[in-house]
């Protein structure tokens, strides 16, 4: 190694561990002069050799570069989402199903939940190689050139840590900062920001990374995700994640019983007040991963962790009307008009009423003065209704009974809350909500058409359904002398619409809109059916004989190819080349040796990571459970498995499979 380059990484290595002292354990050894004299140093000494720049260099902080698009990429491990609770019995419940599972004593970590933008950070080797906002779980925008000017996220780590592995937090703006910007742009004429987490959210999302450097965004991690990390409770992941250089918050305690739990929410609900972050609620979870990995994950959530909200903000304001918005699925939903009011760092404008029972039993009115706060301090609800300020001439709500866009007749079924429009076929919202969920990212994920682009289409005659988007290759002077749209963005659009000819069946299933069919429901149906033609003739028995297929879905699903215009459009989509068959099937039908058997993965591997074994199972047939019952038919079992898990196989009969034992099966 030559003196300069020598010199270049003496001055990063020291740099890094200040910035650390500074930013994460607020205690630095150097002063701002001298830190900033080694800054410049090093600043100058990478001008002169530009060979020798390392992208985790401090240097490189200060941000560079546009980002015109971020690249949407794919979690290596899914982001879950949290279950909310908002009482302490609804606690006790959690914890009914745990130790319906979990015999031995259970531990819990209680840390409080800050408000912010969810981030997942993915480290090589002990260095920063990306960084993905949470999106839809599945997969999030690459915001690495952003997240890289954060000074409290380490670009590079601190002793002994994993080789590879993902560290989940939140992207929060400081009080004390955001209230400082606020000021300033009061003092400039400008609007104020809402809220610290949509400043912190938008600020993730600029494209200039040197703007994004100005603004003192924070991070504040809490979950270690990936294989062999060296830890073997979420108590130990939160110590050992302040170890490697991770500003990791401190109020975090354990407990062995709901009570101190209960204890620890009373007592931050009232303090939480006094923190330097936003915060909605106390996140409690299960101590030992080993047992989280026994209760495993449900469609959307872990069985093993839950949040605690705190009670919302409430405010009164006027109820100045009720209108009725139509959905894609005919549903007809109530909506409030209020006079506006400041809300949990929001104004709120409207707020849902849901349905005419809610109506019915709130009495609500229009002209009444009514209590709003937000669910879970997101979505704003009517809550109850001042009596005593309700006017003399005040007149009951009598629900609507017809479309508000096309006039057909209402319908409600018995056992359903919902009114509907059944005039699927020609009801504006309904064709262009249809199309809406079509194109978005979950489903077909057509880039270049949104929701103002359909619009526009639609009220030019030009799409009335979804089939026809794949006729527009054919109208492209049509589309050009649309008001705002261009050269490049037809082409973009059309581009986005022949690349969604390789989106795979299982999401094509859900693009469909079958009524109760969302993501989860899809995958099971496409990969049982492997084929829409076999899932049109599937019986009524067939589907409920799938995993988690109730009546209701069963139902829906039926219903839905017994209308001819379904098997039209679907015969169009087929005719434009659409993927209605399960690459599996297409691949091969003679490989799957594990059809019909059910298997729980358990522990830590040498060859497959527990993820890779789940793939390779469903590849070949099988079944994949987090919980071990007497359907199981095999327990795959690595090292540091839990013990009840081995315990209850053996109580039940099950066949228990070591790693080099699945192999052979699969072989």
């Not at 002292?21 to 990478?46: A, G, H, Q, R, W």
């Not at 209704?385 to 006039?407: H, M, N, Q, W």
Request: glycine share 6%; with cysteine.
């Amino acid at each position: 190694m030559s003196e300069i380059e020598s010199k270049i990484k003496h001055l990063s290595v020291e740099l890094h561990r200040h910035n650390y002292n500074y930013y994460v354990l607020d205690s630095p050894i150097i002063s701002d002069f001298d830190f900033d004299m080694m800054l410049k140093e090093l600043t100058m000494l990478e001008k002169q050799y530009p060979e020798l720049i390392d992208s985790n260099s401090p240097t490189q902080r200060v941000g560079g570069g546009l980002t015109k698009k971020f690249d949407t990429v794919k979690h290596r491990n899914r982001m879950y989402s949290l279950d909310n609770s908002y009482s302490f019995e609804e606690l006790e419940d959690f914890e009914n199903r745990i130790n319906k599972v979990i015999e031995e004593k259970v531990e819990y970590v209680c840390e409080l939940k800050y408000d912010g933008a969810s981030i997942s950070l993915t480290y090589e080797g002990g260095e920063l190689v990306q960084a993905l906002t949470r999106g839809d779980g599945f997969q999030g925008d690459d915001v690495t050139r952003n997240i890289r000017t954060i000074k409290s996220i380490p670009l590079l780590l601190n002793g002994d840590y994993p080789e590879s592995f993902d560290i989940r937090g939140e992207i929060v703006f400081p009080n004390a900062e955001f209230e400082k910007l606020n000021q300033k742009r009061l003092i400039n004429g400008e609007d104020p920001y809402a809220n610290p987490r949509n400043l912190a959210s938008g600020t993730l999302k600029m494209q200039d990374s040197v703007e994004v450097a100005k603004r003192p965004l924070e991070c504040l991690l809490y979950f270690l995700v990936g294989e062999k990390l060296g830890i073997s409770t979420q108590f130990d992941a939160l110590n050992k994640a302040r170890y490697m250089g991770f500003k990791v918050p401190e109020i975090s305690e354990k407990f062995n019983s709901l009570q101190g739990v209960r204890s620890f929410i009373e007592k931050w609900d009232t303090k939480r007040h006094e923190l330097e972050y936003e915060t909605d609620g106390v996140v409690i979870k299960v101590n030992s991963l080993a047992q989280q990995e026994e209760l495993g994950y449900t469609a959307k959530s872990p069985r093993w962790a839950i949040a605690y909200k705190f009670k919302a903000e409430q405010k009164t304001t006027l109820l100045k009307e009720i209108t009725y918005q139509v959905g894609r699925t005919g549903a007809v939903t109530p909506v409030a008009n209020l006079e506006p009011v400041h809300l949990a760092g929001t104004v709120v404008r409207r707020a849902s009423l849901h349905n005419a029972d809610q109506i019915e039993k709130l009495d609500v009115r229009v002209g009444d003065t009514v209590f709003v706060e937000k669910g879970g301090e997101i979505i704003p609800k009517i809550i109850g209704v001042d009596f005593d300020s309700r006017p003399a001439d005040s007149i009951k709500t009598v629900y609507l009974k017809e479309c508000p866009e096309c006039g057909s007749t209402l319908e409600r079924k018995e056992g359903e809350a919902q009114h509907y429009c059944h005039n699927s076929n020609s009801c504006p919202p309904q064709i262009k909500g249809k199309i809406e969920h079509f194109i978005s990212r979950k489903a077909m994920d057509i880039d270049g058409l949104g929701a103002e682009t359909i619009d526009l289409l639609y009220k030019a005659g030009l799409v009335s359904n979804i089939g026809e988007l794949y006729d527009l290759s054919s109208k492209k002077s049509d589309l050009l002398s649309l008001e705002r749209m261009a050269e490049k963005s037809v082409n973009n659009m059309l581009e986005g619409i022949e690349n969604s000819k390789n989106i795979e069946f299982e999401k094509v299933l859900f693009a469909l809109g079958i009524r109760y069919v969302g993501e989860t429901v899809a995958k099971k149906l496409a990969r049982s059916f492997k084929s829409i033609d076999s899932l049109i003739i599937a019986s009524f028995d067939e589907l409920v004989s799938v995993d988690e297929i109730g009546e209701r879905i069963a139902e829906s699903v039926i219903n839905f190819f017994l209308e001819e215009d379904n098997i039209k459009l679907i015969d169009k989509l087929k005719d434009n080349n659409i993927k209605f068959v399960s690459e599996e099937t297409e691949i091969s039908t003679d490989n799957l040796h594990l059809e019909g058997k059910v298997f729980v993965v358990s522990g830590v591997f040498d060859v497959y990571s527990r993820n890779e074994l789940k793939k390779e199972i469903e590849k070949f047939g099988g079944k994949v459970t987090s919980s071990i019952s007497k359907k199981t038919d095999f327990l795959v079992a690595g090292e540091k498995m839990g013990p009840s898990k081995l315990e209850k196989a053996n109580k039940l009969g099950v066949k228990i499979v070591s790693e080099n034992d699945f192999v052979k099966m699969i072989d």
